[in-house]
């Protein structure tokens, strides 16, 4: 197919592809677009960075322009957030100038705006299975008018564990007919039965050919030991021979340990696996993307949804265990038939696994060594701490963790007795207080009234013959409360 008109495509979409400058479709494109135009069911086994996401929605899109708006008609289900939010990236790009909606549904965020793409129906929804089927638990979540499905990277969700959340997907789908494109790099005896389930009378590209890395990637190997992958990394950088990279490594703690190495070397690094935020991921790729970053260290688990433009340099640090993950990491150069280089540092403990990689791709990868750098020198700092060490280290934190938690129980437990014991003290003397006789009353009854005049026997004390002090009755001869004077004496 020589260029997008010969596909007779809708206008707006063609007017989409010129803006982003794609004039030719790649081969994955051209062989899946027309029989998708068509309806068909499409099963394709496209290697990674063959252009396949252009090749199921460009055929969807052009039918969903004239279909009304208001449901979700299109699902295009991707094992990681980072592939989802690149397939609505690619949505946007080339909808432009259509009136279609799209919106991705992945976990690490929050889950509002993606419910509002339900109620709203989106034309286009890109997802994971997980969070997808966090969604359907809800009532607002239905895809009653769903028309078309697509299986991104089927054997990486696969190897992810996400088959059975596929079925239980499937089950939540309406069962009337729909059209689906299917799309793996690669094709395991699971994943080719699950097609036989799915699929009806599909048009089957490339199903036989054995995968493999793009034409445009120049592979080489670097024989080093695993205490100077490091420092060879680092050599390289400074060199000048890899303006960018992106950097694999085996496990999240390596990537973690190398990440913070580079930086330390002066190098403008970050890092990228599933133990980051999805605002971490986000941004640490936005800034690989920008040139922010010199070097992105990733795990397997985000190799598929990474796609940079123009990437020069993918580095297994680590050899990946299966050909498979080898051909999806260094995948991520030379996209869209353009160049690149892919070196993988290899130990002398990963032979094996190498040889494994080089059978796969059926070619003997060149071995290189770097002039003037010193295989021989011992390391400075170690890469990975050893899992007994970091064992001890974890008992460690956590027994002084409850060192600390008990020495603060014991401090409150401390502190409440006292307390305790103050409030004891306190109301004991309160009622020590209340069981002593009151001295004041007592003085007032054994003395004269105050203000009164005393009593005596025939006579008074001063003045006892006449009125007393305040007109207070007196006590014996003295005048009564009226001032009358009732004795027969009045001497």
């Known amino acids: 197919m020589s260029t ?18 794609f004039a030719r479709p790649t081969p994955i494109q051209g062989e899946a677009i027309p029989p998708a135009l068509e309806g068909k069911d499409v099963l394709a086994c496209a290697m990674t960075g063959s252009g396949k996401t252009y090749a199921f929605l460009l055929p969807i899109l052009h039918q969903l322009i004239t279909k009304p708006r208001g449901h979700t008609r ?79 990277e089927a054997d990486r969700m ?45 048009v089957t590209l490339n199903l036989q050919r054995q995968a493999a890395p793009a034409k445009g990637i120049t592979q080489a190997v670097y024989p080093v030991s695993q205490d100077l992958k490091s420092a060879l990394l680092v ?79 993918v580095v297994n640090f680590d050899v990946p265990v299966a050909p498979e993950d080898y ?31 080089e059978r796969a791709i059926k070619k003997s990868l060149p ?8 295989y021989t020198a011992k390391p400075q700092v170690k890469l990975e701490v050893p899992i007994a060490e970091r064992i001890a280290e974890i008992r460690k934190k956590k027994a002084e963790d409850r060192a600390r938690a008990a020495e603060k129980a014991a401090r409150r437990t401390a502190a409440q007795e006292a307390e305790a014991a103050r409030r004891a003290q306190k109301e004991q ?26 009593s005596g026997g025939g006579g008074g004390a001063r003045g006892g013959s006449g009125p007393s002090r305040g007109n207070a009755p007196s006590r014996g001869n003295g005048p009564s409360r009226g001032g009358r004077n009732d004795s027969p004496y009045k001497g």
Do not use: C, W
């Open 4 to 21: 997008f008109s010969a596909l007779q495509l809708h206008p707006s979409l063609l007017q989409g592809l010129k803006d982003l400058g």
């Open 235 to 313: 050599a390289l950088l400074k060199r000048g021979d890899m303006p960018q990279a992106l950097v694999f490594t085996r496990t999240k703690h390596r990537a973690n340990r190398l990440a913070s190495q580079l930086v330390t070397a002066g190098i403008k690094a970050e890092r990228i696996h599933g133990n980051r935020s999805q605002s971490q991921r986000t941004q640490a790729l936005a800034g690989f993307k920008d040139g922010a970053y010199q070097v992105l260290v990733a795990t397997d688990i985000a190799a598929r949804g990474i796609d940079v433009e123009a990437l020069g340099h």
């Open 429 to 454: 003397r309160q009622q020590s207080i209340a069981g002593q006789p009151s001295r004041g009353p007592a003085r007032k009854r054994s003395g004269p009234a105050r203000g009164a005049a005393p």
């Open 327 to 357: 051909i999806h990491r260094v995948g991520r150069t030379a996209r869209a038939e353009a160049t690149g280089e892919a070196f993988t540092f290899v130990s002398p403990e990963e032979e094996n696994e190498l040889r494994d990689i």
């Open 367 to 374: 071995r290189v060594t770097v002039p003037d750098f010193d």
């Open 74 to 152: 299109a699902l295009v289900l991707t094992p990681t957030r980072e592939l989802a939010a690149q397939i609505l990236e690619s949505f946007n790009d080339v909808a432009v100038h259509t009136p279609l909606t799209g919106a991705a549904v992945f976990g690490g965020v929050g889950m509002g705006p993606q419910e509002h793409a339900f109620r709203t129906g989106v034309d286009v929804m890109i997802a994971t299975p997980g969070r997808l089927l966090d969604h359907f638990r809800a009532p607002y979540a239905k895809l009653d008018h769903l028309e078309y499905l697509v299986l991104d």
């Open 158 to 202: 696969l190897d992810m564990g996400f088959l059975p959340e596929i079925k239980k997907v499937l089950r939540h789908l309406p069962s009337k007919r729909r059209q689906t494109l299917f799309f793996s790099a690669t094709m395991p005896p699971p994943i080719a039965a699950l097609t036989q389930e799915m699929l009806h009378k599909p």
